[in-house]
């Protein structure tokens, strides 16, 4: 059974820093991409970064590019996003995502998910 399990969310100041984790079990995702998406409250889930499976190539959303930094481990089963100078528009939960077929940006791409860790940015 595949688990996708995140970790690092918090509250944080603006302008402050954390680090997510997603830790893929159940499978390995040596071939596949990996990606974050985000909620804020009340709105639809939204890309905000994903890599690809041996992680020479990775996209971002406009709205965190040059803040949030994705990565991956070299097991290829775990993957972190940075996430720097943060703003209040960025609280949301934030989602682990693995396996894309078709646009890395479009929800329905991804095949499993895992159960979202809460980020709240204070002003």
């Known amino acids: 059974q595949v688990q996708l399990v995140e970790s690092g969310g918090g509250l944080v100041q603006a302008g402050g820093s954390l680090r997510l984790v997603c830790a893929a079990s159940?499978?390995?995702?040596?071939?596949?991409?990996l990606g974050w998406f985000r909620q804020p409250p009340g709105k639809e889930r939204e890309f905000v970064a994903a890599?690809?499976?041996?992680?020479?190539?990775?996209r971002y959303s406009d709205s965190v590019k040059g803040r949030f930094l994705v990565s991956r481990d070299s097991g290829w089963n775990m993957v972190v996003l940075q996430l720097n100078n943060l703003k209040p528009e960025d609280s949301a939960i934030y989602y682990c995502a693995a396996q894309a077929s078709g646009s890395w940006a479009n929800v329905d791409s991804w095949r499993y998910w895992g159960q979202g860790t809460q980020v709240t940015v204070s002003s």
């Open positions: 159940g499978r390995t995702f040596s071939s596949s991409a």
């Open positions: 890599m690809n499976w041996n992680g020479d190539s990775a």
